[in-house]
Nanobody, 123 residues
Framework: QVQLVESGGGLVQAGGSLRLSCAAS????????MGWFRQAPGKEREFVAA????????FYADSVKGRFTISRDNAKSTVYLQMNSLKPENTAVYYC????????????????WGQGTQVTVSS
């Protein structure tokens, strides 16, 4: 199995940027497809972005396309989420997740989850 630890969250003004990191340990990171999800207070967890094991395929929620970029460095066992032009509605706890089967927008496809990192965007 794999353990995931997110970092990089914080407080930022609207229009600002943050880069989230998710460091993996355990089994071979390069075998895993990875995703980022978020959950705002009182709302369900929602998909943000995903990347396949090689980094050759990425896809995004419509709400973040053009502003967020997912990437990975398999040598460092880390997946990133670069977030630009942040909006107050992006405030949430952001989670990374991993699975061995498919880069997916569905949370039920993921077997392993980090503890989350808080992102707060002020207006």
């Amino acid at each position: 199995q794999v353990q995931l630890v997110e970092s990089g969250g914080g407080l930022v003004q609207a229009g600002g940027s943050l880069r989230l990191s998710c460091a993996a340990s355990g089994r071979t990171f390069s075998a895993y497809d990875m995703g980022w999800f978020r959950q705002a207070p009182g709302k369900e967890r929602e998909f943000v972005a995903a990347i396949n094991w090689s980094g050759g395929r990425t896809f995004y929620a419509d709400s973040v396309k053009g502003r967020f970029t997912i990437s990975r460095d398999n040598a460092k066992s880390t997946v990133y989420l670069q977030m630009n032009s942040l909006k107050p509605e992006n405030t949430a706890v952001y989670y990374c997740a991993a699975n061995l089967a498919v880069a997916s927008s569905y949370s039920y496809n993921y077997d392993y989850w980090g503890q989350g990192t808080q992102v707060t965007v002020s207006s």
